[in-house]
């Protein structure tokens, strides 16, 4: 009968959810354990049978960086951006394009689902431009083909939700002059979310979610209204590399996503207790 009832929770949500748009920023331990990758991707897949519409948007910042040292190539660095000169621009392609998006395809395709490998260069899916120069302690720093997102191509993004397949999407833009740019892909996430006004945004993480206290797991903050995140970065309880995500999170909200969560990707089917459980695991952004 447990599994009976599980089912019977999970109707409301399912019914609630039906047909709308879901985006997961996919990332950490869930992209780099063979594992977790192949459970991750079938709650992708269930989430996609049970009548939801899926979109991926990766990072593999440690890949890269992987990926450059084998290439002799130091990473630099600056403000929590990733330096790229056109050397660096080539792998970065290589690895997220050309490596991680196809794997994550060829995983969705082992549990029988259909999706496609983009990035923003195609059909000028993420529209960018060069982020200026910046001046740091007296010095002008130019952080070379990083990027800022303009606008996102949502037709082509919308023909394929409409078709039941799975975009995965690779962080990288496009400018005006056909060059390709590195971006940030919590932001590039963010983005995507904003411009196709999904109903919830996921942020697979390797922490719990946000935690008044980080080394007591049971400190979880379960839900966060918008008009609680400043008062918790003075307080220090959203710090570090949680503060951008959770910026990521306020800018996708206020452009029209209706709730943002930050999951343990760690945790086997976090995502599928987060949407059709009562519980949840994770730390809830809203309005």
Not at 2 to 16: C, H, M, N
Not at 86 to 107: P, Q
Request: overall charge negative.
């Amino acid at each position: 009968m447990k599994d009976i009832d599980v089912l019977i929770e999970a109707l409301p949500y399912i019914r609630k959810f039906h047909h709308k748009k879901i985006l997961i920023k996919y990332g950490g331990h869930a992209m780099v354990d063979d594992e977790s990758k192949f459970s991750t991707t079938r709650d992708i897949v269930l989430l996609r049978y049970v009548g939801m519409k899926p979109i991926i948007v990766h990072g593999g910042g440690p890949e890269i960086s992987s990926a450059m040292e084998k290439f002799g190539i130091e990473s630099k660095f600056i403000q929590g951006l990733r330096v790229t000169d056109e050397n660096a621009m080539k792998i970065i392609e290589m690895v997220l394009a050309g490596k991680i998006s196809s794997e994550l395809v060829s995983e969705i395709s082992k549990h029988d689902g259909d999706a496609i490998s983009l990035s923003g260069l195609d059909s000028t899916l993420i529209y960018a431009h060069k982020k200026p120069a910046k001046k740091i302690n007296d010095q002008i720093v130019d952080y070379g083909r990083v990027g800022e997102i303009d606008r996102i191509n949502t037709a082509v993004l919308e023909m394929l939700l409409d078709n039941e397949i799975i975009p995965v999407i690779s962080p990288i833009g496009i400018d005006k002059d056909g060059n390709s740019l590195n971006l940030n892909a919590d932001t590039a996430a963010g983005e995507v979310a904003g411009a196709l006004d999904v109903e919830k945004m996921i942020i697979l993480t390797d922490v719990p979610g946000v935690l008044r206290d980080p080394s007591d797991p049971s400190s979880l903050i379960q839900k966060i209204r918008v008009s609680e995140v400043p008062g918790l970065i003075e307080e220090g309880i959203i710090t570090g590399g949680m503060i951008p995500k959770i910026e990521t999170c306020v800018n996708a909200i206020k452009n029209g996503v209706k709730s943002c969560h930050i999951l343990d990707g760690r945790l086997e089917h976090s995502m599928l207790i987060e949407i059709f459980t009562n519980e949840g695991v994770g730390t809830m952004i809203f309005e």
